[in-house]
Each structure stands twice: as structure tokens, then as C-alpha cells.
């Protein structure tokens, strides 16, 4: 009975790879099917910086990222909800900053018939306690700023 169960395990692990050979091009067109187009606009080891674009009615399913401290999403054009997890939906008003832990369930969507843009700044795990500092003065500054 061993010998089988080895043979099936084997079998079982090779169907999986297709799966896990998923290139950045599949990814990308899966998003772009779902209305959302992320841009890594910088990368560095104690903070990344990426804009979403969504196309109007386009809906970024509720995911979390597991592999940051925290992170900050802001709203740049178009009229975009943020859910962050059990909480209900809210409208984003263009220019204000929301905090989100590291590991918290969020969602957006665009709710307008335009393009609507996030940015997000991620703080992963590890980082130095003065980046993070940095970067909660920069959230503090951005909260005060008027609106447009």
C-alpha cells in the first residue's frame, strides 16, 4: 500500500505545477480582466510605493498582505469605496490617507463611470523604527492637508 501512496503523492504534486507556474503575464491579465492595474513605482527594503489604476465599476477583491507592518492607501482620482475588514464600506475622499495593519482583510472598488487611481505605501515587516516614524509623520501631514 506504501508504494502506491508515494506513486499518488507524486502524481498529486506534479498536477499542482501548472498552478504554481503562473508567470507575471498570467497575473497581469487576470487583473486587467478584473478592472485593476497595479504600478510599482518604488521599492526599497523599508518601503514600497504602488499605484492602482481602476477602470470605472472595477472591483480589487478583499485580500490582505501579510508580509508588511502597515500601510497606507491613498486615494488619488475617481470616486473610490475602501472596505478595511468587517467594517462597511466607505467612501474615499481623493487626498485622504487610511491606515491599515499589516494582515487586515481590505477591498476597494471604483464606484464612477471615470478611471480612479489609489496609491499604496507599504512599510514591511523588519523595518527600522525611524523609516516607520518618517513615514507616520508623512501619513500625519497628509491627513492635515486640505482637501481639494
Known amino acids: 500500500m506504501w508504494k502506491y501512496a508515494s506513486g499518488i503523492a507524486v ?3 506534479l498536477m499542482c505545477l501548472p498552478a504554481l507556474a503562473q508567470t507575471d503575464k498570467d497575473k497581469e491579465a487576470a487583473r486587467a480582466a478584473q478592472g485593476y492595474a497595479p504600478v510599482r513605482l518604488w521599492e526599497r527594503p523599508d518601503v514600497r510605493a ?3 489604476e481602476l477602470k470605472p465599476m ?3 477583491a478583499v485580500h490582505q498582505h501579510d ?4 500601510h497606507l492607501f491613498i486615494p488619488l482620482t475617481g ?3 475602501l472596505t478595511i475588514g468587517s467594517d462597511k ?4 475622499p481623493v487626498g485622504q490617507a ?6 487586515t482583510p481590505h477591498g476597494f472598488r471604483n464606484l464612477g463611470s471615470t478611471p ?3 496609491m499604496e505605501i507599504f512599510v514591511p515587516k523588519g523595518t527600522s523604527a525611524a523609516s516607520v516614524d518618517a513615514l507616520s509623520g508623512l501619513m500625519a501631514a497628509l491627513e492635515t492637508s486640505p482637501k481639494p
Open 11 to 13: 502524481i498529486g504534486a
Open 50 to 52: 504602488t499605484r492602482v
Open 58 to 60: 472595477a472591483n480589487r
Open 67 to 70: 508580509d508588511v507592518k502597515f
Open 79 to 81: 470616486k473610490v469605496q
Open 89 to 92: 464600506p466607505v467612501n474615499a
Open 98 to 103: 487610511f491606515y491599515i495593519k499589516g494582515g
Open 116 to 118: 480612479a487611481s489609489v
